[in-house]
């Protein structure tokens, strides 16, 4: 009941109001490195981590690498919502905060689809095979995007016909809903559907003189709802954790939660230095800083809920090292941040 909750009620609302607030410009300028990060650098992410994560559990607790891979894919979509405003606040500097923010609004998708992939190997028991997780990971992720980039048209151009503010909110909660439940129901990723519905609304409102009334109109419903949702979702946390995590295995999750941020680490820096235009734009301390920014929040959260359904002995290990590490990150990155982010921009 909870993972259903969490899936078809809470992140639905999450991820289209931080969709259409994202504004179109700021997506535009930074599209490169946000689209990269957010797909090749998730796929990228996940298996170094995962071989990482392999290569060092056997003093603490005995994985194979398929799981290993999954617990990397739980911890590589990041939930920045905390972060963002204190980047802006303390460094002033609105493009990291826009690659933080937009990066994640992506990454969310690519990481469910990679999970449900991996995840779907893990609970048939079934060796990792790389060229159905490709041909899976393709479809269901392009497919998604095609489905909201489409409907979000369609519905931003039904909402120029109105100019009543309830039906404004009302057909976003139906474009919100209407394409997560019928992406999933034809097998494409909800998630991103969703997302590119958000952004296209966004970009659709940007091309006219009422964008900020419109915008105006819907964050008056959204941010409620928002604030609503992300209350009860850490009250769900709460219940849920407190079993999973009386376990004997934290130093390997902490050993974990260190590895996830020095991989990201050298996956933003390499990527910054592959293309000139970024290198230029994006130097070693804020890429330091975006490294730091991607926490943890509620997709993980999610995505370990869904591994409780598996009728496997691993599976609980795998929940409470992933839970642990989620924990830590929310706690030590979301702290962390204001001080790092003013001893870097100095």
Same mark, same amino acid.
């Given at each position: 009941?909870?993972?259903?909750?969490?899936?078809?009620?809470?992140? +639905?609302?999450?991820?289209?109001?931080?969709?259409?607030?994202?504004? =179109?410009?700021?997506?535009?300028?930074?599209?490169?490195?946000?689209?990269?990060?957010?797909?090749?650098?998730?796929?990228?992410?996940?298996?170094?981590?995962?071989?990482?994560?392999?290569?060092?559990?056997? +003093?603490?607790?005995?994985?194979?690498?398929?799981?290993?891979?999954?617990?990397?894919?739980?911890?590589?979509?990041?939930? =920045?919502? %905390?972060?963002?405003?204190?980047?802006?606040?303390?460094?002033?500097?609105?493009?990291?905060?826009?690659?933080?923010?937009?990066?994640?609004?992506?990454?969310?998708?690519?990481?469910?689809?990679?999970?449900?992939?991996?995840?779907?190997?893990?609970?048939?028991?079934?060796?990792?095979?790389?060229?159905?997780?490709?041909?899976?990971?393709?479809?269901?992720?392009?497919?998604?995007?095609?489905?909201?980039? %489409?409907?979000?048209?369609?519905?931003?151009?039904?909402?120029?016909?109105?100019?009543?503010?309830?039906?404004?909110?009302?057909?976003?909660?139906?474009?919100?809903?209407?394409?997560?439940?019928?992406?999933?129901?034809?097998?494409?990723?909800?998630?991103?559907?969703?997302?590119?519905?958000?952004?296209?609304?966004?970009?659709?409102?940007?091309?006219?003189?009422?964008?900020?009334?419109?915008?105006?109109?819907?964050?008056?419903?959204?941010?409620?709802?928002?604030? %609503?949702?992300?209350?009860?979702?850490?009250?769900?946390?709460?219940?849920?954790?407190?079993?999973?995590?009386?376990?004997?295995?934290?130093?390997?999750?902490?050993?974990?939660?260190?590895?996830?941020?020095?991989?990201?680490?050298?996956?933003?820096?390499?990527?910054?230095?592959?293309? =000139?235009?970024?290198?230029?734009?994006? %130097?070693?301390?804020?890429?330091?800083?975006?490294?730091?920014?991607?926490?943890?929040?509620?997709?993980?959260?999610?995505?370990?809920?869904?591994?409780?359904?598996?009728?496997?002995?691993?599976?609980?290990?795998?929940?409470?090292?992933?839970?642990?590490?989620?924990?830590?990150?929310?706690?030590?990155?979301?702290?962390?941040?204001?001080?790092?982010?003013?001893?870097?921009?100095?």
């Amino acid at each position: 009941v909870t993972t259903h909750m969490i899936y078809h009620v809470f992140l +639905p609302a999450l991820l289209f109001t931080s969709a259409y607030q994202f504004p =179109p410009e700021d997506f535009k300028k930074n599209f490169g490195i946000i689209s990269f990060l957010a797909t090749a650098g998730i796929m990228v992410t996940v298996g170094l981590l995962g071989a990482a994560i392999y290569a060092l559990s056997g +003093p603490f607790v005995s994985l194979s690498l398929l799981s290993a891979l999954l617990i990397a894919s739980i911890l590589t979509p990041t939930d =920045p919502v %905390s972060v963002v405003s204190i980047i802006k606040k303390s460094t002033g500097n609105e493009k990291i905060a826009d690659v933080v923010e937009g990066e994640s609004l992506i990454n969310d998708g690519t990481s469910i689809v990679i999970f449900s992939a991996l995840f779907g190997m893990f609970a048939e028991n079934t060796g990792f095979n790389i060229g159905s997780f490709a041909g899976e990971f393709l479809l269901v992720s392009l497919g998604g995007a095609a489905l909201g980039v %489409s409907i979000g048209w369609l519905v931003s151009k039904a909402i120029h016909f109105t100019h009543h503010n309830q039906y404004q909110v009302m057909l976003s909660i139906t474009l919100a809903y209407g394409v997560f439940n019928i992406a999933e129901g034809i097998g494409v990723s909800g998630v991103l559907a969703t997302v590119f519905a958000g952004i296209m609304l966004s970009f659709e409102y940007g091309k006219t003189g009422r964008a900020d009334h419109f915008k105006e109109t819907l964050d008056g419903f959204w941010e409620i709802a928002e604030l %609503s949702v992300l209350s009860l979702l850490f009250l769900l946390i709460g219940i849920e954790t407190a079993e999973a995590l009386a376990f004997n295995a934290w130093v390997f999750a902490i050993i974990i939660f260190i590895l996830s941020l020095i991989i990201r680490y050298i996956i933003i820096t390499a990527t910054t230095q592959l293309f =000139p235009k970024w290198r230029r734009e994006i %130097s070693w301390k804020e890429a330091t800083l975006i490294s730091w920014s991607g926490l943890k929040g509620t997709m993980s959260i999610f995505l370990i809920l869904s591994l409780t359904s598996a009728n496997s002995g691993e599976a609980d290990i795998l929940v409470s090292l992933s839970f642990a590490a989620v924990l830590i990150s929310l706690v030590v990155q979301s702290l962390g941040v204001a001080p790092l982010a003013k001893k870097l921009t100095k």
